[in-house]
């Protein structure tokens, strides 16, 4: 079983739409989660941590953690085409950070 | 938020030669590094784990001899790809955190290598 493991998609949603994108890892003493964007091309950047259960939103996205099930997501809300990129979905321990291997979103007009 | 600074961004070169690159973190210091490679639409994989004062640790099936890794400092990390070949063409990306747990990961610019 992978550590931190993710849908690699595609994940097609239309403009406007809210994207879901789900994660789930495998170390309960996890502390911290991240999700990344990364554009093609591009390094990844940091768009959202959140470190305690529940909803974190800012601005048209909210990161969702429920420790409990071990699983964090993301949620975009009016989803528009700049949206379209991979997303990365992180988690921190006291010693290192583990990558999913990534969703890719497609947002289509 | 804290910056990571990745050169060269591009770099082209001959097979057999050897190519550098470096990761530094300009306003925090870094006891870890990673260093991931990425072939085009597929995802980032991990390389090493570069720690300060010792000796990386490579992930399974990654050459250690060709793929030096120097972590000399706690703001500088090296990645050195010896004789080069086509087959080693990526995009190599560096990424750090600073001396404190539970903290996110910063990524350098990446670097596009092309091998000819």
């Known amino acids: 079983q992978k550590e931190v493991e993710q849908n690699s998609g595609p994940l097609s949603v239309p403009e406007g739409a809210i994207a879901s994108l789900n994660c789930t890892y495998s170390?309960?003493?996890?502390?911290?989660f991240f999700w990344y964007r990364q554009y093609s091309g591009k390094s990844p950047e940091l768009i959202m941590s959140i470190y305690s259960n529940g909803d974190k939103e800012d601005g048209r996205f909210t990161a969702q953690l429920n420790k409990a099930s071990q699983y964090v997501s993301l949620l975009i809300r009016d989803s528009q085409p700049s949206d379209s990129a991979t997303y990365l979905c992180?988690?921190?321990?006291?010693?290192?950070?583990?990558f999913g291997s990534g969703t890719r979103l497609s947002i289509r007009p | 938020g804290a910056v990571v600074s990745q050169h060269p961004s591009r770099v082209i070169c001959k097979s057999g030669t050897s190519v550098k690159i470096e990761c530094r973190s300009l306003?925090?210091?870094?006891?870890?590094m990673f260093w991931y490679r990425q072939f085009p639409k597929k995802s980032l994989m991990l390389m090493a784990t570069?720690?300060?004062?010792?000796?990386?640790?490579?992930e399974q099936g990654v050459e250690k001899d060709k793929f030096l890794i120097n972590h000399a400092s706690l703001t500088l990390s090296t990645l050195t790809v010896t004789s080069a070949h086509p087959e080693d063409s990526s995009f190599y990306i560096c990424?750090?955190?600073?001396?404190?747990?539970?903290?996110?990961?910063?990524f350098g610019q990446g670097t596009r290598l092309t091998v000819v």
């Open positions: 306003d925090f210091q870094a006891t870890t």
């Open positions: 570069s720690n300060e004062g010792s000796k990386a640790t490579y």
């Open positions: 990424s750090a955190t600073p001396r404190r747990a539970n903290t996110e990961a910063f």
């Open positions: 992180a988690v921190s321990g006291a010693s290192k950070i583990i």
């Open positions: 170390d309960r003493v996890s502390q911290s």
